[in-house]
């Protein structure tokens, strides 16, 4: 940072400043200026709404509903419907994509402008501790003095080469200019629809791509370096995906990791460490393996803002680092890379930029993978406990006694509930089946608001719903459900 860059900046000032514009950091932003505060938020890419909304969940949740729509097509022939085979338009496929995109990025900048929220194009670097300034694509200079600030600067997807070239890959022959390797952001701008896949990493991000890709047409192989897939979930539920999705992809190899890479004619020949098999050619390789937040990006240190070995911000419950007036949210702090973990943060450090006594004291934060089936859980997980040794008791209530889901032909999942033993209080549930991620919400209330299991037993569900299997497990934990037989 020069100080030419410093002495011919423009300078503005504010209440609140907010560097960066996804939904914890537009969140925040609204939040304060809804408060009274003036207020600037800073953002490089050219819209607001940050990696979820531009090129994460809103762009894969989109193709995720094309792929579910035309699988959901197919599988009618076995009751008597039966249509064309789906005729693909890549080009339209991706308008239709951004559109969807455009659509929510407009509606942000009218919010925006609503509340008065001034935005500053650019990439920010703290000066000090009271001073950020920004760089906008074309090299200007934004100078910018607040009294409070919040990092909201997300986070980034893990290299793909320095993944595959730290331990992953022994002496494997690739460009870094290579476009058939990419990461979840490349992936999603689907930059061709390749005919074979590899997927590097069996979490959310990569499970929902393979998703994706399989569902529209690519022969998709997926490589774990652990002994399962999405390690967060219990078992039980990943046992459900895994005998649904067993002629999906061409083959799930766990306890393994890609081994050499090499550049052919006709694509990457692929050969995998702990795996029994010939090398494979794939057209596309997509690397998922995590994120990793931009602490060091941001130049923390000027503004004596601690930051971890990892990019980690630290913070209390306020969201506050150790610079009082400065408050940090979302990705670049500790706990699960989610939307809705940042925006609720975003909302609790504005308010305690503006002097109310707002604390993050969230018990749970649900989370789901938008696989088919869908994949939600939230609190103790059965394999969290026993690790911990908290007993625990848990209650299954299956689908295939759910007159909705067998009406609608998907009577593979099964909703659970967790209670503690000791307290005899809702501590935990998962669910899979589809449109598993609309139901955990109420899981995650009980467990907000201390229920028993009676409460939720209690609480008349609308019938024939999925919602229902929530209350059922319910009262399969009190011993008063019908809709089962009676246990022995």
Known sequence: MSHDSIDNARVRTCDLLVLGGGPGGYSAAFRGADLGLSTIIVERDPTLGGVCLNVGCIPSKALLHVAAVSEAARELSSKGVTFGEPALDLDKLRTWKDSVVGQLTTGLERLAQQRNVREVRGSGSFVDERRLLVTSANGETELIHFASAIIAAGSKPVDPYLVLQSGQVEGAAISRLSPRIVDSTGALALPTLPKSMLVVGGGVIGLELATVYSALGAQVDIVEKGDRLLAGADRDLVEVWTRRNKGRFRQVLLNSVVSTIEEQPAG?????????????????????????????????????????????????????????????????????????????????????????????????????????????????????????????????????????????????????????????????????????????????????????????????????????????????????????????
């Open 268 to 488: 990457l020949e692929v050969t995998f460490g702990a795996a029994q098999r010939e090398p494979t050619v794939y057209e596309l390789i997509l690397v998922a393996v995590g994120r990793t937040p931009n602490g060091h990006e941001i130049g923390a240190a000027s503004a004596g803002i601690y930051v971890d070995e990892r990019g980690y911000v630290g913070v209390d419950s306020q969201m506050r680092t150790n610079v009082a007036h400065i408050f940090a949210i979302g990705d670049i702090v500790r706990g699960p890379m989610l939307a809705h973990k940042a925006a609720h943060q975003g909302h609790v450090a504005a308010e305690a930029a503006a002097g109310r006594p707002a604390h993050f004291d969230a018990s749970v934060i649900p989370e789901v993978a938008y696989t088919d089936p869908e994949i939600a859980w939230v609190g103790v997980t059965q394999e969290g406990a026993k690790q911990t040794g908290q007993r625990v008791r848990p209650a299954v209530f299956p689908w295939r006694a759910s007159g909705r889901a067998l009406v609608s032909g998907r009577a593979e999942g099964f909703t659970k509930l967790i209670v503690d033993e000791a307290t005899g209080r809702i501590v935990g549930g998962g669910i899979v089946g589809t449109h598993a991620g609309d139901l955990v919400g109420e899981i995650g209330l009980a467990i907000e608001m201390g229920c028993h299991p009676e409460d939720v037993a209690r609480t008349i569900h609308p019938h024939p719903t999925l919602c229902e299997s929530v209350g059922l497990s319910a009262a399969l934990l009190q011993g008063v459900c019908t809709d089962l037989p009676r246990a022995t």
